[in-house]
C-alpha cells in the first residue's frame, strides 16, 4: 500500500502538494476528512486538448468516482465546491452539467448551500444560439456546522454613505462599513489570450475567483485541494493566503508550468489579477482602473 500523504502542520506560510498522477491514485493517499475545501473544475466532456470525449453517462460514472472520493476527504465543517459549465452534444444540445451532476453530491448527503453564476465577458461566439457567458460552481457543505467567513470577501458597497432616515438608528450607516456581501453572482473575467496570468493551459482558473472560496470557506493553516489542479491556480490561491495547497493532474506539462508559478509566487515575481479589480470598462478614464 502507498504511504499515505502527510498534511502539513502549523507552517509560516502556505505550501503546495503538486503530482502529475490521477486523481483517484492521488486523493487514495490522503487521510480521511482533512480538506477543508475541495475547489476544482473537472473537464466538461467536450473533447478538449487534456481530455478524451465519452458517452454522457461515461462521464457521469466517472465523476461519481472522483467526487466520492472527495466526500471521503472533506473535513466535517468544509466545502466542495465544483465548476462546470455546459456539455454541448455533437447535435449542438447543451446540457447543462450542473444539473446532471447535482444528484451525485445530494447521494452523499451534501447540502447545497449556493449555486454561483459566474459571469464573464469574453468567449467563444455561438451562431445557432446566444454565446455562452457564464458558469456555475455548486457549492456543497457536508454538514450544517460549516466554517464561513464572509468579512475577508466584502465587496465595495453601491451606496456606501447611505444612512437610515428614521426609526431609532436614524442618522447611521445603514450598511456594513466593510462593504456588502458580494451575492451569488461573480463577475470576474476569465482567462484569455490578454488576460495577466494566461499560459498555455485552455480552460485555466483565474486566481481571484478560487481566493474567494479560500478566503471565505477556510481559516489559515486549513488544507485545500483541486484533483484537477491544471496549472495550480487553486494552489496559487491557498499559498497565498497561508493555506496548504493540495492538486494533480495527469498532463506532466501543466504540473511543471504548476510548480514554476508557485515559486514565482514564493520570489514575489508571479502576476495575478488582483481581487476586487473592476473590470475593464471602455467608456471609463483609463478603463475604470
Given amino acids: 500500500m502507498a504511504e499515505q500523504l502527510a498534511i502539513l502542520p502549523e507552517f509560516s506560510g502556505g505550501r503546495a502538494h503538486l503530482e502529475c498522477v490521477d486523481n483517484l491514485e492521488y ?18 466532456n467536450i473533447g478538449k486538448a487534456y481530455e478524451s470525449r465519452t458517452s454522457l ?11 466520492s472520493e472527495c466526500v471521503r476527504l472533506l473535513h466535517p465543517k468544509g466545502s466542495i465546491c465544483w465548476q462546470v459549465g455546459n456539455h454541448i452534444t455533437r447535435d449542438g444540445e447543451v446540457v447543462p452539467l450542473d444539473i446532471i451532476l447535482y444528484h451525485l453530491f445530494k447521494d452523499h448527503g451534501l447540502k447545497l448551500r449556493n449555486r454561483i ?14 454565446s455562452g457567458r457564464y458558469e456555475t460552481i455548486l457549492w456543497f457543505t457536508k454538514s450544517d456546522d460549516y466554517t464561513f467567513n464572509l468579512d475577508p470577501v466584502r465587496v465595495p458597497s453601491k451606496y456606501p454613505n447611505k444612512r437610515h432616515f428614521k426609526g431609532p438608528r436614524i442618522g447611521q450607516l445603514s450598511g456594513n462599513p466593510l462593504g456588502k456581501n458580494p451575492s451569488d453572482v461573480w463577475i470576474i473575467p476569465n482567462v484569455k489570450s490578454n488576460h495577466i496570468e494566461k499560459t498555455i493551459h485552455p480552460c485555466q482558473f483565474p486566481v481571484e475567483l478560487i481566493e474567494r472560496l479560500v478566503l471565505s470557506m477556510t481559516d489559515r493553516n486549513d488544507a485545500v485541494l483541486d484533483p484537477y489542479v491544471g496549472v495550480g491556480s ?10 496548504h495547497g493540495y492538486g494533480c493532474d495527469t498532463e506532466q506539462e501543466y504540473i511543471d508550468i504548476a510548480w514554476d508559478r508557485v515559486h514565482s509566487f514564493r520570489s514575489g515575481t508571479l502576476r495575478t489579477r488582483p481581487m476586487g479589480k473592476p473590470v475593464y470598462d471602455p467608456n471609463q478614464p483609463n478603463g475604470g482602473h
Fill in 57 to 67: 453517462d461515461a462521464y457521469v460514472s466517472s465523476q461519481a468516482q472522483v467526487i
Fill in 27 to 44: 486523493m487514495r493517499n490522503i487521510p480521511d476528512a482533512t480538506m477543508k475545501l475541495i475547489a476544482t473544475s473537472p473537464p466538461y
Fill in 117 to 130: 453564476i459566474w459571469h464573464f465577458e469574453h468567449g467563444l461566439h455561438s451562431k445557432k444560439r446566444f
Fill in 234 to 243: 487553486s494552489v496559487i490561491a491557498a499559498i497565498k493566503h497561508d493555506r
